[in-house]
């Protein structure tokens, strides 16, 4: 898909607006007549997660401000934006990895199936259960590959038995698509995998335990173009049977990857809409710069 | 520079500095190789020293006698010495009297005294064995006197030099491995003497410093690493732990003395008080050693494990925790093998007594082997040499041993992630 052919072509009076201030912009620069948003598509259905009003401090510092998104379970989302934007930071409160940062402070409101995720009733072990993360590097356990797979689950009860748990690995390693290059080899160490592998390892570990949500935090920026192919490839067929957040710094993987998109920057969301939207015709200024590549 | 000969690429003056900079890396490879070397010398020295002294105490001379027992003043009963109470009946006779009157009669009245505690030891032990040699004459090989052994290995006084060349003569002097100075205890005549009982001791407070150390140490660690809110309080803990290390070891020996003796009144001398003691100066090596270890988990083990919905002690106890082990275990033995070596603290409890038998709990007043050391390096007679020696070597090996246990330990758990 081209990116930035439909967008229009930067004129020479835009350039020189980029060091105005920002309230001093008009936003007549874009084009007037603005598509119904994601949001407004999307507000008759139910979504798997609602945010409203999501701000992260970090100490002092706020790192997010007043954010609302809503994830649906049979789209990927995507959040871009620069680096230190806050998309990894709003990733981590949708299964509350922030609660593990002593001087992290979550306000607002996010709710999983209409149940609030921060409050008292929620058990943070559950949620993580229903919510389920991959990180930017591969992270397996110094553990054999079917150690990896079959810890969530033992943990948390699921498959009692020996020959239950078995299945339950090759389940997952086959959704991940590595059962066929590791299914001879389950006993050897996690860490003897190649990068791609071990991240197709730690999807498997996380759809291991049946989530609901799959939370991925740049999965392929430690990935070399084939692996992140084949994990691009694994996004897809997981999509619909999960909802799946990505964080990207790679416009080009949201725009492959994912059906909706949201712009970071500063802490702020930007923007959010249908991806094919937000790459053609953003309706942000800021956005559309990021998109152009005039930063970022 | 357009023509002619090709422009020099480095100009004299470059030229002499690369030459100035080399040999200065050559002058710093030197001063390394000969650091090295000095430290390989002194330890060279330290082990061949040690050796060439104390590699004899592991060895003794025994003299050729004999003994005619029916005709000699031992009363005993053959049938009381094959009794419980044989020991007692064997420690009462006057086997000394009988060995000094053989000897006089055999190597002249200068060899009166030739045989110590350990001939009487011998004669006594040969006796429980074998009733029946106080119906006959029989020759015995015994261990001979500190006097005499000293006179036979290196120089002793003139008398025994004497009777050294006299028992050569008639080869009436072999050397063997001293077998009771790892079987037996401390005793006053340094011919006697054994390291089993401070061996045993040593042990035995190694053990209670082991099992109270690592545990709590351990979980200190794994607590203020991963469950404490860092706070004024975690603060000043961790400085405080950090100042424990440092503090020098005579004063634990005085809080064990003024703690655990004259507060909770536990037995004086006794290895649980040692080793209660030896617990309290180990432990922040121990906490400081595992805090390290933990913080050199890569985080994102945990956020893994967390990610699946581990709780905090599952991420603790099925991840963190053995991955840390490995370095966990080399600060503790390294913490352990320091504590083997400690003589202060043990001296202000009370555990510089003459303990004449290996101690059969951990509250039996019993010795250890570095007060052993100390001990026997303060004693007159030059039989002690030796064995003081001896018992270095003992004490080395058995450091050497811990060492490598933690070596091993550490290989065998390390993993990499």
């Given amino acids: 898909m081209p990116l930035t052919s439909t967008t229009p072509a930067p004129s020479s009076s835009e350039e020189i607006a980029a060091d105005v201030p920002e309230t001093l912009l008009p936003s007549v620069a874009l084009p007037a007549e603005e598509p119904p948003t994601a949001m407004e598509l999307d507000s008759q259905r139910t979504p798997k997660m609602r945010a409203q009003g999501v701000s992260v401090f ?54 999983l199936d209409g149940e609030d995720i921060n409050s008292a009733d929620m058990d943070v072990v559950q949620l993580r259960a229903r919510v389920g993360m991959v990180f930017q590097k591969p992270n397996p356990f110094p553990k054999s590959i079917f150690e990896n797979v079959a810890y969530g689950p033992r943990i948390h009860g699921l498959g009692s038995s020996k020959a239950e748990l078995e299945q339950i690995v090759e389940k997952s390693l086959k959704r991940a698509g590595l059962w066929d290059e590791v299914k001879d080899r389950l006993s050897e160490s996690g860490i003897s995998l190649s990068g791609g592998q071990q991240q197709r390892l730690c999807i498997a570990r996380a759809i291991a335990v049946d989530p609901e949500v799959i939370l991925m935090d740049e999965p392929c920026s430690a990935l070399d173009p084939i692996a ?3 994990i691009e490839e694994l996004i897809h067929e997981l999509r619909g049977r999960y909802a799946i957040a990505i964080v990207t710094h790679n416009m080009q993987q949201a725009a492959r990857v994912s059906q909706r998109t949201a712009f970071f920057h500063l802490g702020e969301m930007i923007e959010y809409g249908k991806t094919s939207e937000i790459f053609t015709n953003p309706t942000q200024r800021r956005t559309q710069d990021y998109i152009t590549g005039r930063y970022g | 520079m357009s023509s002619g000969a090709p422009a020099r690429r480095v100009s004299p003056s470059k030229d002499s500095r690369l030459r100035k900079r080399y040999a200065a890396e050559r002058r710093f490879r030197l001063a390394g190789l000969f650091a090295v070397g000095l430290s390989a010398f002194f330890l060279a020295f330290l082990l061949v020293n040690m050796a060439w002294k104390g590699l004899g105490g592991f060895t003794q001379y025994q003299a050729a006698i004999a003994i005619d027992f029916p005709r000699s003043d031992l009363i005993l009963d053959p049938t009381a010495i094959k009794g419980p109470d044989a020991e007692v009946v064997i420690a009462g006779a006057d086997i000394e009297g009988v060995l000094a009157k053989a000897a006089s009669a055999t190597f002249g009245p200068a060899a009166e005294n030739m045989f110590g505690a350990a001939a009487v030891r011998s004669v006594g032990r040969q006796l429980v064995r074998d009733p029946g040699l106080l119906n006959r004459s029989v020759t015995l090989w015994l261990p001979v006197g500190s006097k005499v052994d000293v006179a036979a290995k290196q120089e002793g006084d003139a008398a025994s030099e004497k009777l050294v060349e006299q028992l050569k003569a ?5 050397r063997t491995i001293n077998r009771d100075f790892l079987l037996e205890s401390d005793a006053t005549d340094p011919s006697a003497v054994g390291i089993w009982g401070a061996l045993k001791g040593t042990f035995l407070t190694i053990m209670v410093t082991m099992l109270l150390a690592f545990p709590v140490g351990v979980l200190a660690a794994v607590y203020l690493e991963e469950f404490a809110t860092r706070n004024r309080w975690t603060d000043a803990i961790e400085v405080s732990i950090n100042n424990l290390a440092a503090v ?19 037995p004086r001398s006794a290895p649980l008080v040692g080793g209660l003691t030896l617990a309290l100066m180990t432990m922040p090596v121990i906490v400081i050693a595992s805090r390290n270890a933990i913080t050199s988990v890569p985080p994102s083990i945990r956020d893994a494990a967390l990610g699946v919905g581990a709780s905090k002690m599952q991420v603790v ?7 840390a082990l490995p370095g966990i275990l080399t600060g503790t033995i390294i913490g352990m093998a320091r504590a083997l070596g400690e003589t202060a603290p043990l001296l202000m409890i009370g555990m510089r007594a003459f303990i004449a038998a290996p101690a059969h709990g951990i509250t039996d007043p019993s010795s250890v082997l570095p007060v052993q050391i100390f001990l026997w390096s303060d004693e007159v007679d030059r039989g002690f040499v030796e064995k003081t020696s001896a018992a270095i070597i ?24």
């Fill in chain 1, 58 to 111: 970090y100490g002092d510092k706020q790192a997010l401000k007043d954010v609302s998104i809503d994830i649906h379970d049979d789209r990927v989302t995507a959040f871009i934006g620069p680096s230190g934007c806050g998309k990894s930071t709003f990733l981590r409160t949708l299964n509350r990895m922030n609660d593990t940062i002593p001087s992290a402070k979550v306000t607002g409101h996010i709710e």
């Fill in chain 1, 228 to 230: 992140t192919a084949k």
């Fill in chain 2, 170 to 174: 008639k080869s009436a002097l072999r």
């Fill in chain 2, 248 to 266: 020098p070891s005579i004063i634990f020996g005085l809080l064990g003395l003024a703690v655990f003796l004259n507060v909770m009144h536990l």
């Fill in chain 2, 317 to 323: 106890f099925h991840h963190v925790l053995p991955l």
């Fill in chain 2, 394 to 417: 003992v004490l080395l090996l058995f450091m050497l041993l811990m060492n490598g246990l933690a070596i091993y330990l550490r290989n065998r758990f390390e993993q990499r992630w």
